[in-house]
């Protein structure tokens, strides 16, 4: 008896001692750090978790030292279990369980109640990404949103992603209700915010982004075994509610999320020291990579907006029901349920259209208030309830899933010819995101989001900067329908450094612009009027401040095919010196999903130029 328990002794000891020695190479693994949530070498900093909550490590400097964090796990998971606070294992069941596959080390039992109900809440989930398109209405969301995805198991409900019982975690800042725009901006940029990981259910979600901000969504499910699936459920549950560091370009929602899914799987998924990181990154990287030899993203799906809903049933109606739905409801404070050319239809004709018009009434209940949009939404149901009882399934047009789409970062290479200045190439760099002749229904139709566009014109004499777009959004808020609409407004608004004429390289300008007007779509063409004014530095006499409109039409002409044609004119409040009208027509025959070949003419009251280049993206 005596010599076994001396040899269970010894056996304990090696044991101990092997898990010691092995301990600094676990600290420095990979996916140690990611459960720590260490984001990697900074340029100018060292790295340090990104977890602000000091509950979230057993050691006093645990946030900045790896190894000390190790040390104080596995002292706490070898703790027997007490009745005065949670164990180890119940705190942190990811790291309890990772450790367990390293080292084979078993940890004392202990009751983890809210660790057990969620674990068997999310038993045998699916994982995976959900995209929410590009929102203009708000700046942290103007690149799309991207929330992790839980995902329960069919059980014979079928494939939907309605069902109710499904997981959203999404990562996002606490702002404030009452913060104003200029602080919002500056402590989005340079810090002051703090995110933190929160559940919902998804329909939630489905009515915050697809129906109130009639954002498009796309489910993205992931290719992970059953041993990386349930480590993932596992550190999720450990860091929702944890206070983390926010910053809209590098510390966000994509950065995020990449670094969770770091866990499992091994590949970087954004760069670490990038000056922005976008959710549209991390979806194209989820579509490049592999887990076990196996492609990481296994499906996607789309989960259409109640905006892009109603266009479908529009749009599948024949041409006598669009003319019937038109003359039920001619404009936002009439109804004519009476109007001859619904009554002439049949019933079943009749429920199609009355399907069609309920839809649009729950969008516009959505996208403002109108006091008479209940009274008719009621009246169109009691009409409907009339009727036979079914729907005819939409007629979908579903547009590319985002890492199918043109990427959003551009080369371009033209040739120039100006008649003042003569010839000339120019090399045009745009790192994010589309512009009017690029964008599409991926991402946000008939709009453009630019961020630090530059334009140089390379000449004999060396390269001159003809354009600094700092930004540029523009949203002209076409109607998808010809049904009656809330008033909204086409906008635009810019900020950079440009010539001033087109004959002259050195006459830059600082401007900033914000128009703002109406657009109406008519078939393939979509013009639009916009007014406001112009902030430009004083050259030339003309005074930093001048009234503005612009005019435009784009027009599509095949799926491949789109020009722009617009006039501005500015008229400075300090006479003709500073009046000044500009106009061009640009057109685009995109070549693939990343290749396009754009023609130009281009001119003011000084000069005209021709261009054409070839532009990549990537």
């Not at 950065?255 to 899914?261: F, G, K, V």
């Not at 635009?492 to 914000?514: F, K, N, P, Y």
Request: hydrophobic content about 40%; overall charge negative; proline content about 6%.
């Amino acid at each position: 008896m005596r010599r076994l328990l001396v040899t269970l002794s010894a056996l304990l000891c090696l044991q101990a001692g092997a898990s010691l020695a092995a301990a600094p190479a676990l600290s420095d693994h990979p996916q140690w750090l990611s459960l720590l949530h260490f984001d990697r070498d900074g340029v100018f900093s060292e790295p340090r978790s990104a977890v602000l909550d000091d509950a979230f490590f057993l050691a006093e400097n645990g946030r900045f030292d790896p190894d000390a964090e190790l040390a104080a796990t596995l002292a706490a998971l070898r703790q027997p279990a007490s009745d005065d606070e949670p164990h180890a294992r119940c705190r942190f069941p990811a790291r309890a369980l990772w450790l367990t596959r390293q080292t084979g080390e078993q940890w004392p039992a202990a009751e983890c109640p809210e660790w057990q109900a969620w674990q068997q809440e999310h038993e045998g989930a699916e994982a995976g990404l959900m995209f929410a398109s590009g929102y203009l209405g708000n700046p942290a969301s103007f690149f799309g949103h991207l929330m992790l995805h839980l995902e329960r198991p069919a059980e014979g409900q079928g494939e939907t992603l309605s069902r109710l019982l499904d997981t959203s975690l999404n990562f996002g800042a606490d702002v404030p209700a009452d913060e104003g725009l200029a602080t919002y901006m500056a402590k989005g940029l340079f810090g002051g915010y703090e995110a933190t990981y929160s559940r919902a259910p998804f329909y939630r979600n489905t009515t915050l982004y697809s129906e109130r901000e009639m954002r498009d969504l796309w489910h993205y499910r992931l290719a992970l075994s059953a041993s990386k699936r349930s480590l993932l459920v596992a550190h999720l549950y450990e860091v929702i509610g944890q206070d983390f560091d926010y910053l809209f370009l590098t510390e966000n929602c994509a950065s995020r999320i990449a670094r969770t899914l770091e866990l499992v799987v091994e590949a970087d998924l954004t760069p670490g020291s990038a000056p922005w990181v976008s959710p549209e990154a991390l979806v194209r990287a989820i579509s490049e990579v592999e887990v076990d030899g196996q492609p990481l993203l296994q499906s996607s799906r789309h989960v259409p907006s109640r905006r892009l809903q109603t266009e479908w049933r529009y749009h599948g109606l024949a041409g006598e029901e669009q003319a019937a739905a038109r003359a039920v409801w001619p404009s936002i404070d009439a109804l004519d349920l009476s109007a001859p050319a619904y009554r002439a239809l049949a019933p079943e004709r009749q429920a199609a259209v009355l399907d069609t018009l309920l839809g649009h009434a729950a969008f516009l209940k959505q996208t403002g208030d109108e006091p008479g949009l209940a009274e008719q939404e009621r009246q169109l149901l009691q009409a409907r309830l009339g009727l036979a009882a079914g729907s005819e399934p939409l007629q979908a047009d579903t547009p590319l899933p985002l890492h199918e789409a043109t990427p959003p970062a551009l080369v371009r290479v033209e040739g120039v010819y100006s008649e003042a200045l003569g010839g000339a190439a120019r090399l045009i760099l745009r790192p994010l995101q589309y512009d009017l002749l690029d964008s599409n229904a991926t991402r946000m139709p008939n709009s453009a989001l630019e961020i630090g566009r530059v334009e140089l014109d390379l000449l004999h004499e060396g390269a001159r900067l003809r354009r600094l777009e700092l930004f540029e959004v523009t949203n002209l808020h076409a109607r998808s329908v010809p049904l009656p609409a809330l008033p909204n407004s086409a906008w635009h608004a810019s900020a950079g450094i440009e010539r001033g004429r087109l004959d002259c390289q050195g006459c830059l300008e600082g401007r900033a612009t914000l128009l703002a007007g109406k657009s109406r779509q008519w078939g393939p063409h979509l013009p639009f009027v916009l007014l406001g004014g112009q902030l430009r530095t004083e050259r030339y006499q003309a005074g930093p401040l001048a009234p503005m409109a612009r005019l435009g039409l784009i027009s599509d002409w095949t799926a491949n095919q789109r020009s722009l044609l617009q006039v501005s004119h500015s008229d400075a409040l300090k006479g003709e010196a500073g009046r000044r009208t500009r106009w061009l027509l640009q057109h685009r025959l995109a070549l693939g999903k990343t290749l396009d070949l754009r023609t130009g003419v281009e001119g003011d009251d000084h000069s005209h130029e021709v261009s054409l280049g070839l532009s990549w993206y990537f």
